[in-house]
């Protein structure tokens, strides 16, 4: 693993992320990227936090860098327990080209965690809008996402409401 990447990733408050920027700066290529990847399955936690912020912000200029690894994505959606991996797990996987068996398994992973109200809040927030997007990806989703955004309206969470309403408006 590039020894600068985990430099400028490493750290031991995993809610710091000062140095993400410079991360970001140093991805400019798929080669970079691939480094960049590779950290997601670090053993230490907010190294893989940090790295998997610095993927999601790259990601949403660079589609075309998370798709050689969409196999590996979908095998960390389906294994991880990192509550800050599970966050953008949730908005990558959006951004990946699926086929339509994988947008099966993604969109009731995310439906998952969506409804799951042991999820962290984050988690469930991410994943609810990672179901908005897949729907906007697949208009024949739209009716599923309205089934979902219905069920979560029964939930009495200000956070889950608002998030609702905003999507709602969305659609």
Same mark, same amino acid.
């Given at each position: 693993?590039?020894?600068?990447?985990?430099?400028?990733?490493? #750290?031991?408050?995993?809610?710091?992320?000062?140095?993400?920027?410079?991360?970001?700066?140093?991805?400019?290529?798929?080669?970079?990227?691939?480094?960049?990847? %590779?950290?997601?399955?670090?053993?230490?936690?907010?190294?893989?936090?940090?790295?998997?912020?610095?993927?999601?912000?790259i990601?949403?200029?660079?589609?075309?860098y998370?798709?050689?690894h969409?196999?590996?994505?979908?095998?960390?959606?389906? !294994?991880s327990?990192?509550?800050? *991996?599970?966050w953008?797990?949730?908005?990558?996987?959006?951004?990946l080209?699926?086929?339509?068996?994988e947008?099966?398994?993604? +969109?009731?992973?995310?439906?998952? +965690?969506?409804?799951?109200?042991?999820?962290?809040?984050?988690?469930?927030?991410? %994943?609810?809008?990672?179901?908005?997007?897949?729907? *906007?990806?697949?208009?024949?989703?739209? #009716?599923?996402?309205g089934?979902?955004? !219905?069920q979560? #309206?029964?939930?009495k969470?200000? +956070?889950?409401r608002?998030?609702i309403?905003?999507?709602q408006k969305?659609l």
């Amino acid at each position: 693993m590039n020894s600068e990447l985990s430099h400028l990733l490493i #750290g031991r408050d995993i809610r710091t992320n000062q140095r993400n920027q410079e991360v970001i700066k140093r991805i400019k290529d798929q080669a970079a990227f691939n480094e960049l990847f %590779a950290f997601l399955f670090h053993h230490e936690r907010a190294l893989v936090m940090r790295a998997a912020e610095a993927i999601e912000k790259i990601t949403r200029q660079h589609k075309e860098y998370i798709q050689s690894h969409k196999a590996h994505l979908l095998s960390l959606m389906q !294994t991880s327990d990192h509550v800050e *991996l599970k966050w953008h797990i949730a908005q990558l996987l959006p951004r990946l080209e699926l086929s339509n068996s994988e947008l099966t398994v993604v +969109w009731h992973k995310l439906y998952y +965690w969506a409804m799951n109200p042991n999820e962290g809040k984050i988690v469930r927030i991410n %994943a609810l809008q990672g179901l908005h997007q897949l729907s *906007l990806l697949h208009p024949s989703l739209k #009716g599923s996402l309205g089934e979902v955004l !219905t069920q979560l #309206g029964y939930e009495k969470t200000p +956070w889950l409401r608002a998030s609702i309403r905003k999507l709602q408006k969305r659609l």
